[in-house]
């Protein structure tokens, strides 16, 4: 049996991961943890689509119904809403999964499934299909790997030197106003828009004040814009997607 009725959860009982963001306690730990992966493996920090694109309540839900139609789910419905078919499910709508393989949408699904399969949502399980629509059928159960505790003080690596930390670095924005961060020698970052890039550099500028050994990427303003044609070269040239 569901612990809550569809949208009736009190936000008190949730986490709140940000504006109109709240997940069970579970599943909060399971998205951070997906967060982490796509960081680590491909330099994508994936986000939650804008709106109540997590949990839903259910006043949200009827608001959405007026707006968008048959495109919003029937409210009480929603499996936004932490039960869909009878079951205890949270869902969440992941804004920018294509980034995990910009040029390839292919290889993006690929990747995006595996991790998500890795810390334990679902994928695909809509109709119609939505491909950014991932469910937890165990939102109140913490996993293991929330409990872990990582204390900087003994794990961190060791600092590179201080030019190795300051690495030149280039950035520029595609056709569609992504932005890229190009350390030379390393991995290709990207962001969808430059309010993300910038949230993002304060994210990293307070883990280096916590001992963390990040480089924080500079104000777009401090960086050398290049061309299109010249950032697909460095791109390429460091086979950032592969």
Same mark, same amino acid.
């Given at each position: 049996?569901?612990?809550?009725?569809?949208?009736?959860?009190?936000?008190?009982?949730?986490?709140?991961?940000?504006?109109?963001?709240y997940?069970?306690?579970?599943?909060?730990?399971?998205?951070?943890?997906?967060?982490?992966?796509?960081?680590?493996?491909?330099g994508?920090?994936?986000?939650?689509?804008?709106g109540?694109?997590?949990?839903?309540?259910?006043?949200i839900?009827?608001?959405?119904?007026e707006?968008?139609?048959?495109?919003?789910?029937?409210p009480?419905?929603?499996?936004?809403?932490?039960?869909?078919?009878g079951?205890d499910?949270?869902?969440?709508?992941v804004?920018?999964?294509?980034?995990?393989?910009p040029?390839n949408e292919?290889?993006?699904?690929?990747?995006?499934?595996?991790?998500?399969?890795?810390?334990?949502?679902?994928?695909?399980?809509?109709?119609?299909?939505?491909?950014?629509?991932?469910?937890?059928?165990?939102?109140?159960?913490?996993?293991?790997?929330?409990?872990?505790?990582?204390?900087?003080?003994?794990?961190?690596?060791?600092?590179?030197e201080?030019?190795?930390?300051?690495?030149?670095?280039?950035?520029g924005?595609?056709?569609?106003?992504? *932005?890229?961060?190009?350390?030379?020698?390393?991995?290709?970052?990207?962001?969808?828009?430059?309010?993300?890039?910038?949230?993002?550099?304060?994210?990293?500028? *307070?883990?280096?004040e916590?001992?963390?050994?990040v480089?924080?990427?500079?104000?777009?303003?401090? *960086? *050398?814009?290049?061309?299109?044609?010249?950032?697909d070269?460095?791109?390429?040239?460091?086979?950032?997607?592969?």
């Amino acid at each position: 049996m569901a612990r809550y009725q569809n949208g009736r959860a009190p936000l008190s009982e949730l986490v709140k991961l940000g504006d109109q963001h709240y997940l069970p306690h579970g599943t909060a730990a399971r998205w951070k943890e997906l967060q982490r992966l796509a960081w680590e493996k491909y330099g994508v920090w994936l986000l939650i689509s804008p709106g109540w694109n997590a949990y839903r309540p259910y006043d949200i839900q009827v608001q959405y119904r007026e707006e968008l139609g048959i495109w919003a789910a029937v409210p009480g419905y929603s499996s936004h809403g932490l039960v869909y078919q009878g079951r205890d499910c949270a869902a969440i709508d992941v804004f920018n999964w294509r980034s995990l393989a910009p040029t390839n949408e292919v290889l993006a699904w690929s990747r995006f499934v595996v991790l998500c399969r890795l810390v334990g949502f679902t994928v695909d399980f809509v109709t119609p299909r939505e491909q950014w629509h991932i469910g937890d059928f165990d939102p109140f159960t913490i996993p293991a790997f929330a409990s872990v505790v990582i204390n900087p003080d003994t794990t961190a690596a060791p600092v590179p030197e201080e030019d190795e930390m300051q690495a030149p670095i280039i950035a520029g924005r595609d056709r569609d106003g992504a *932005v890229f961060s190009i350390p030379m020698g390393g991995k290709v970052w990207q962001y969808p828009d430059v309010d993300t890039y910038n949230r993002h550099r304060g994210t990293l500028a *307070v883990l280096k004040e916590k001992g963390w050994p990040v480089v924080v990427p500079p104000a777009l303003t401090e *960086v *050398v814009m290049v061309s299109q044609a010249r950032l697909d070269d460095l791109i390429l040239a460091q086979g950032a997607w592969s």
